[in-house]
């Protein structure tokens, strides 16, 4: 089965600072990477989806980038809403799998 | 509006059963894939199991297969989660999710429902 592993696990940054998720997966999955964004009390929701591509209704300082096993979350402007724990996850294998999530302070 | 409402979570002694139900509405359910996700507190989301629209393609974590069987009923807009030896570290809060994809495959997840509660415990 195909793993992903996030990094870091926890990040902490002020409000205006770029902030940077990586994730790697253990074999080639082309473009199949998804970001998803999760706040305690809701549920998940995706921030970009197949790597790059930004999912409607979402802020325009999330974007994405990476193919085959490297692959990052880039926030360019950090606002407060944005705290939470953000997951990466693959669909490349019909077996899907999660990071194991990069949790992120203000 | 889409939603999706899941039911059947509570409490269950080891090596017990339960069957999770999802009833989907404000979209053509029967056109996309749909997951089951859980979160626990220790170990972040786990994806737990998929199906795709027509029943094609179906798998399954390590850590469920051939404890856990998902299934659908497209008439009736429901998806299923029969769940069966059950330890304590199934312990979770079990998502069902909506796909993307509309083929034999996954894409991913656009639509969370809010999740129904699973503990096992004596």
């Known amino acids: 089965d195909i793993q992903v592993t996030q990094s870091p696990s926890s990040l902490s940054a002020s409000v205006g600072d770029r902030v940077i998720i990586s994730c790697r997966a253990s074999?080639?999955?082309?473009?199949?990477l998804n970001w998803y964004h999760h706040k305690p009390g809701e549920a998940p929701k995706v921030v970009i989806y197949?790597?790059?591509s930004l999912q409607s209704g979402v802020s325009s300082r999330f974007s994405g980038s990476g193919s085959g096993t490297d692959f990052t979350l880039t926030i360019s402007s950090l606002q407060p809403e944005d705290v939470g724990i953000y997951y990466c996850q693959q669909s490349f294998s019909t077996v899907c799998s999660f990071g194991q999530g990069t949790k992120l302070e203000i | 509006e889409v939603q999706l409402v899941e039911s059947g979570g509570g409490l269950v002694q080891p090596g017990g059963s339960l069957r999770l139900s999802c009833l989907v509405s404000?979209?053509?359910?029967?056109?996309?894939?749909l997951h089951w996700v859980r979160q626990t507190p220790g170990k972040g989301l786990e994806w737990v199991a998929g199906?795709?629209?027509?029943?094609?393609?179906?798998a399954y974590a390590d850590s469920v297969k051939g404890r856990f069987s998902i299934s659908r009923d497209n008439v009736k807009k429901s998806l299923y989660l029969q769940m069966s030896s059950l330890t304590m570290e199934d312990t979770a809060l079990y998502y069902c999710v909506k796909d993307m994809s509309t083929d034999n495959y996954f894409y991913f997840m656009d639509v969370w429902g809010q999740g129904t509660m699973v503990t096992v415990s004596s």
């Open positions: 197949g790597a790059t």
């Open positions: 404000g979209f053509t359910s029967e056109d996309y894939a």
């Open positions: 199906i795709t629209w027509n029943s094609a393609t179906i």
């Open positions: 074999q080639s999955i082309s473009r199949f």
